[in-house]
């Protein structure tokens, strides 16, 4: 199946700083890349959707400034939290789509933890 | 607006037994379907699907899921269940014409010996 890798898989950060992680697909173009969050005992939460060369579409109430998302290739998409701030810490999972049809399954990176201290 | 409920946060089963996660969804327009596993420490998988056509869907480690449309539900089962199968579960709902996933809050599947 198709592979998605994420870096880091934990990072710990101070506040204030600000964090890059990174999303790929390691063996398909991903047409589509979403960016969701997760907290413990909770469910993954959909924060933004990106296409390839086009600027993200961000779910309500996700600070667009905060979570910058760049979709810069096809098989690369980045979230970098700024300012990080200890409420921001969280899991945060990527998942990339290859097909033209909407069903098309998403295929799951295996998360990055960030704490900010 | 769409909504997907797991009502079992944690379900403890000893190995062997049947199992069974429930899922129901509610939806203004129709949806495609879907259980995610998530092992610890690991990213989602997907274990199976309900795009169209049969109503009951196989994964390959031998769960099942079967889409009950009048009731808005689809439920997961097992009829053996394994202590590697020890895991979260989400189930997720996709609706027609988008790329938005909602999904539960997961179910706990704790197998004991």
């Known amino acids: 199946g198709a592979v998605v890798s994420q870096h880091p898989s934990r990072v710990i950060c101070k506040s204030g700083t600000s964090v890059k992680i990174e999303c790929r697909s390691l063996?398909?173009?991903?047409?589509?890349m979403f960016w969701y969050r997760q907290f413990p005992k909770q469910s993954l939460m959909l924060m933004a959707t990106?296409?390839?060369?086009?600027?993200?579409?961000?779910e309500q109430g996700v600070e667009k400034d905060k979570f910058l998302i760049n979709h810069a290739s096809l098989t690369l998409s980045t979230l970098t939290v700024t300012s990080a701030h200890p409420e921001d810490s969280s899991f945060y999972i990527c998942?990339?789509?290859?097909?033209?049809?909407?069903?098309?399954?998403?295929?799951f990176g295996p998360g990055t933890r960030l704490t900010v201290t | 607006a769409q909504s997907v409920t797991q009502l079992d946060s944690q379900v403890p089963v000893f190995e062997e037994a049947p199992v069974e996660l429930r899922c129901n969804y509610s939806?203004?327009?129709?949806?495609?379907l879907f259980w995610y596993v998530q092992y610890p420490n690991q990213g989602l998988q997907l274990l199976l699907k309900?795009?169209?056509?049969?109503?009951l869907v196989e994964s390959i480690n031998g769960f099942e899921a079967e889409f009950n449309k009048s009731q808005t539900s689809f439920h997961l089962r097992k009829p053996s269940v394994h202590i590697s199968d020890t895991a979260e579960y989400f189930c997720?709902?996709?609706?027609?014409?988008?790329?938005?996933?909602?999904f539960g809050t997961g179910t706990r599947l704790k197998v004991l010996a």
């Open positions: 063996d398909f173009q991903a047409t589509t």
């Open positions: 990106s296409n390839e060369g086009s600027k993200a579409t961000y």
């Open positions: 309900y795009l169209s056509g049969s109503t």
């Open positions: 998942s990339a789509s290859f097909g033209g049809a909407l069903e098309d399954e998403q295929y």
């Open positions: 997720a709902v996709l609706q027609w014409g988008t790329y938005k996933y909602i």
């Open positions: 939806s203004s327009v129709s949806v495609y």
